[in-house]
């Protein structure tokens, strides 16, 4: 089977095969006050009911058993029937009241319990989404970042909750295994070191079969991956017209098939040594008690314990054993969701160093706002100068942008252009704030972006990306971004984009769900989608416009109309346009030629022809197609 190089588990799976009882003991502690401390926050008096009154239940299973004492000796006493049942009464008042309340302590615990749980969810995603939407983008450029992120979010999230239910589990376990340990050890001493023999085999059993389960899980993570990948291949629409086309189905069955066969044949051959292993476990266990009990009657019979307390001993026995078997259980449970809470715990504790000090989201701020340190970028500006900028990408071996300085007036039209890859789009980002450069500085009117807060700096620029969001939402929402403002301004959007005439023809105006995969949901055409996207652009209003590639997707008279919009939008704005269609950066005031991270002409369209460079070369290309058409 062709490993698909997903060992994102290996690392825990490989520990977890490895665990003895012993680090399970000494681990066990810490796991549990992390998660302690997690429910701690979710909800207060949801942990506190749940923890107080799981002692209490185990306080009463334990008064619960002496007053049985009580009920066995009456009854075991000399003397008439109705007598004996009678001096029994007050006793077993005394074990149903206690089996009552304990089982009001134990439902209480239990509600408590499912308060708790989505509480404790709701905190653990809230973290992880408040640190992923926060972290400087150059962290989600980060393939590292990005493997420790995907382990975070799928089993790292889901054991959260688990942790906290399995150690209360633990909890629940050792209270009832020390009630009846307690009861037993005021019995009679020799019963308590019974009572762990009848408890070992099951022990053993337990963590056996779930170290095998982790070693299957360590060989099918690539297996397991391979059959989402094919999944969602086959069951997601993006996917079904290629499918279709290409007649794969036949193929992608067969793939899907032959992997799940694999993972049949292993699911299979752990069931069977799973049960090799509880057979033997429980044969053990049935012997175990055995002895016990030939243990107890030998007791009884040289006297050592009267019947009615040997009675109670074995009821103590029965009820400490499922408790002692529920806390190896929970044990084992509560320790392996434990090392996936800790990815969780390490991811969300990185992430969150990577939220840049400055910004608001930081949180240094008073009332939700940047941290003092930060500097307000100008609410305006005069010129933005971009001074010797350098930036490599994480992971990248060669810089992307090197050493590149220019000035951005306001007012003003300023084209970058350049061949696919020499590094347009990635300054782009630099002047919006979404990267730092490694080197050199963007300054605003003399502010350097580095010292601003990026959130503010973001209310003051609107970006048409390249790859922009079809936000799964409608159409308002997809050019208002959540934002809110009066429908006047919404409107002047869509008709400076044209995104107006697509909503005209949606059924339900700017209140169509723009996704397919809801009821009622409309399908937009690549253009229509962007005519939105550069919607959303104009509708921010903000001092700088950056429009990368606004028209890939647009028709020639879409395009036409939109370079005037955008020529006419820089009337006391200023506007960074990039684009392949040399044609519309004729009227730019200026015009950057990049080239390989570097700019290798300057000038106004005149200028650059006149230079007979890089880009009179690129302009007479796209000209002479026209030419010859
Ligand atoms: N997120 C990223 N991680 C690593 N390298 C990247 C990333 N984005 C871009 N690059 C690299 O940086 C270089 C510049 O890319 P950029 O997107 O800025 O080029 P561009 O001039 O906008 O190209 P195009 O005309 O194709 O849009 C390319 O070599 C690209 O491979």
Redesign the pocket.
């Known amino acids: 089977m062709p490993d698909l190089a997903a060992n994102m588990w290996r690392a825990r799976s490989g520990e977890l095969a490895g665990t003895s009882m012993r680090t399970m003991a000494r681990r066990l502690p810490a796991v549990i006050v992390r998660s302690a401390r997690l429910a701690w926050r979710a909800g207060r008096a949801d942990t506190a009911m749940t923890i107080g009154c799981n002692l209490a239940a185990g306080v009463f299973t334990a008064f619960g058993l002496l007053a049985t004492t009580g009920v066995l000796t009456a009854l075991f006493s000399a003397g008439p029937t109705p007598e004996r049942v009678r001096t029994a009464l007050p006793s077993l008042a005394l074990v149903a009241g206690a089996a009552a309340l304990r089982a009001g302590l134990q439902a209480a615990a239990g509600w408590a319990q499912s308060r708790l749980a989505p509480k404790v969810e709701r905190v653990v995603e809230l973290r992880l989404y408040e640190a992923t939407t926060a972290v400087e983008l150059a962290a989600l450029?980060d393939s590292a970042f990005l493997d420790d992120l995907k382990r975070a979010e799928g089993r790292g999230m889901v054991a959260a909750p688990a942790v906290v239910q399995q150690a209360v589990d633990v909890l629940t376990g050792a209270v009832g295994m020390f009630a009846a340990a307690g009861t037993l050890g005021v019995l009679h001493p020799v019963l308590l070191p019974l009572l762990l023999l009848t408890v070992v085999p099951e022990g053993w059993a337990s963590i056996r079969t779930a170290r095998m389960r982790y070693m299957t899980e360590l060989t099918l993570v690539g297996a397991r991956r391979r059959k989402w990948i094919l999944a969602d291949l086959m069951a997601d629409r993006r996917h079904a017209a290629e499918i279709r086309s290409f007649t794969m189905r036949g193929f992608l069955l067969g793939e899907y098939d032959r992997v799940a066969a694999y993972q049949r044949g292993v699911e299979l051959d752990l069931a069977r040594r799973q049960v090799i292993a509880r057979v033997f476990g429980d044969a053990m266990q049935g012997v175990a008690t055995a002895a016990v009990y030939v243990a107890l009657g030998l007791m009884l019979w040289k006297g050592a314990v009267p019947l009615a307390v040997a009675g109670t001993a074995v009821l103590a026995i029965r009820a400490g054993q499922s408790s002692l078997v529920n806390l190896v259980f929970a044990v084992n449970r509560c320790y392996e969701e434990g090392l996936y809470f800790g990815d969780y715990l390490e991811f969300c504790a990185a992430a969150e160093k990577r939220v840049p000090e400055r910004s608001v989201a930081a949180g240094h701020g008073r009332d939700g706002g940047p941290s003092p340190a930060a500097v307000r970028p100008p609410d305006g500006f005069g010129r933005i100068v971009v001074e010797d900028v350098t930036f490599t990408?994480?992971?990248?071996d060669t810089p992307?942008l090197n050493g590149v300085s220019l000035e951005i007036v306001r007012g003003e039209v300023v084209a970058l252009v350049?061949?696919?890859?020499?590094?347009?789009?990635?300054?782009a980002k630099i002047l919006a704030g979404l990267y730092d450069p490694d080197g050199g500085e963007v300054r605003w009117d003399g502010v350097s972006l580095r010292t601003v807060a990026p959130e503010l700096l973001w209310e003051r620029i609107a970006v048409i990306a390249?790859e922009y969001t079809r936000w799964p939402m409608t159409a308002r929402q997809n050019i208002t971004m959540g934002r809110e403002a009066p429908e006047e301004a919404l409107l002047a959007a869509a008709r400076s984009s044209g995104a107006d005439e697509v909503v005209a023809e949606l059924a339900r105006g700017y209140d169509t769900l723009l996704d397919r995969r809801f009821e009622g949901g409309a399908e937009l055409s690549g253009g229509q989608w962007q005519r939105l996207a550069v919607a959303r652009g104009f509708f921010r209003d903000a001092p700088l416009l950056i429009c990368?590639?606004p028209t890939a997707a647009l028709d020639a008279r879409a395009e036409h109309h939109l370079f005037e919009r955008i020529r006419t939008h820089a009337d006391g704005r200023t506007v960074l346009l990039?684009t392949?269609r040399l044609a519309s950066v004729r009227h730019a005031d200026r015009i950057y030629v990049?080239e390989q991270?570097k700019v290798v002409e300057e000038g106004d369209h005149r200028e650059l022809m006149a230079l007979g460079g890089l880009y009179a070369d690129l302009y007479g290309l796209q000209a002479a197609a026209y030419r010859t058409g």
């Open positions: 450029d990408y994480p992971g990248a992307s350049g061949e696919n890859g020499s590094g347009k789009s990635t300054l390249q990368d590639e990039i392949h990049l991270g």
